[in-house]
């Protein structure tokens, strides 16, 4: 009975992954709402609000299945991040739907995605702990090397020198030094890089 099951329910899913030949097809639940009522439902930060932070996180990972050559287009970046992204795009388009404004997160993200699987990492400085991709951890440290703030090789460990190179970073950039490749450093390296 669980195989019956098993297989029906991947029958539908592969069902769903392509539009039809005019390149059309039908977004459900929070897809279908505009943008003006998401920024509604964001001012209030009612439940409605945190539903589509969901539908956004499932969006992604059905992104993440489906799209060619791709292991996670949002490696780094929190829910908090991409609804930031979501909101700034139905501000200025608030006659778009909420699918719309989700898609045009990912295609933001698309350039900077991992293509392969990468293990996710726990690391710790002090008593705070995060985890990371090994790969971005890979590109926060040749971002270090390349800006003259780490002096180590690219070795995809995180280290004490990694968290000094990260703590004179956080320092010069002004951000709360964590000695941790944490959200707000991750942007300024990869987003802002000034």
């Known amino acids: 009975m669980k195989f019956i099951i098993m297989s029906l329910l991947l029958l539908f899913s592969v069902a769903g992954y392509s539009a039809d030949a005019e390149n ?6 929070a897809g279908l709402a505009s943008c003006d009522r998401f920024l509604n439902a964001a001012e209030l930060k009612n439940k409605e609000y945190y539903n589509y932070g969901g539908w956004v996180e499932g969006f992604i990972t059905a992104f993440n299945q489906l799209r060619p050559d791709t ?3 949002a490696p780094w970046q929190s829910a908090d991040y991409l609804i930031a992204i979501v909101t700034g795009y139905c501000i200025k388009n608030e006659n778009a739907s909420f699918y719309q404004a989700t898609a045009y997160v990912v295609k ?11 293990p996710l990492l726990t690391i710790r400085v002090g008593n ?3 985890l990371i991709h090994q790969e971005i951890l890979v590109k926060t440290q040749k971002f270090l090397l390349d800006s003259g703030f780490y002096e180590k090789n690219v ?5 004490k020198e990694t968290e000094v190179a990260l703590k ?3 320092k010069e950039k002004l951000l709360k030094q ?4 944490d ?3 991750l942007i300024n390296l990869f987003y802002l890089k000034n």
């Open 24 to 29: 059309r097809f039908m977004a459900k639940g």
């Open 71 to 73: 292991f996670d287009v």
């Open 108 to 118: 933001a993200l698309d350039s900077q995605r991992l293509k392969n699987f990468t």
């Open 128 to 130: 705070e702990s995060m």
């Open 155 to 159: 070795s995809g460990v995180f280290n």
């Open 168 to 170: 004179k970073y956080q």
């Open 178 to 181: 964590t000695g941790l490749p």
């Open 183 to 185: 959200h707000a450093t």
